[in-house]
């Protein structure tokens, strides 16, 4: 069955490491998030692609970058990881049904920036 | 900018109680609404859209643009029905805008 899925689930690392959040869907979908949620925002955009080559700072992007080489994949990178950035993150991606776009959404990743 | 309130963190009610989740929004132009719902150690999940007009699981939700709110209702609260709620906006780009959540606890 096709699915989006995220690894590692669940990470703890060091204030100043670089980590990568990888992302994967099967569907075949051009459209890609990344979100962050933390108690008492909800989930807020990180850096979304509309498709290979293409990508866009979102709402709380300073400290991440993506990049997109295929379709399946649209990894985060946090280039040097601080305590503000301990989170759950979540992958979408989206397509354009009948009954108009959604948005489906990976598993999350538990990330601790110790 | 557009913005999605969510006014209440948390929610209980007890089983068969009516339910209301309120949510409000700013965006000047024609926006499209939606409720995701997120239960325990699962993912975030698509629950209703405004534009298809649709009952999920026995909720529903009117986009009242004069009062710019989009309130998910259901009559009968059922315990299965504990979760988190978002709202979500989408503007015209096809990232969403999501309020900070309501915790909905029903009670047996």
């Known amino acids: 069955d096709a699915e989006i899925t995220q690894s590692p689930r669940h990470k703890i690392t060091e204030t100043g490491r670089q980590v990568t959040l990888a992302c994967h869907q099967t569907w075949n979908h051009n459209n890609m998030f990344w979100y962050r949620q933390d108690l008492g925002h909800g989930l807020r955009l990180i850096h979304y692609s509309y498709g290979v080559q293409d990508t866009n700072k979102g709402e709380v992007s300073d400290g991440y970058s993506v990049s997109r080489s295929n379709t399946e994949d649209l990894p985060l990178t946090l280039e040097s990881a601080a305590s503000s950035q301990t989170s759950v993150y979540f992958c979408a991606s989206s397509d354009l049904g009948l009954a108009g776009e959604t948005q489906y959404f990976g598993p999350g990743t538990r990330l601790t920036v110790l | 900018a557009q913005r999605v309130t969510q006014p209440e963190k948390l929610l209980s009610v007890f089983k068969g109680a009516p339910v209301e989740l309120k949510c409000n929004y700013s965006?000047?132009?024609?926006?499209?609404l939606f409720w995701y719902v997120q239960y325990s150690r699962q993912r975030l999940q698509l629950l209703l859209r405004?534009?298809s007009r649709e009952s999920i699981k026995g909720f529903t939700a009117d986009l009242n643009k004069g009062e710019t709110s989009f309130h998910l209702k259901k009559p009968f609260a059922q315990e299965e029905d504990s979760a988190m709620y978002y709202c979500?906006?989408?503007?015209?780009?096809?990232?969403?805008?999501f309020g900070s959540g309501t915790r909905l606890q029903v009670q047996p």
């Open positions: 965006y000047s132009g024609s926006p499209e």
């Open positions: 979500a906006l989408r503007t015209g780009r096809r990232a969403l805008t």
């Open positions: 405004h534009i």
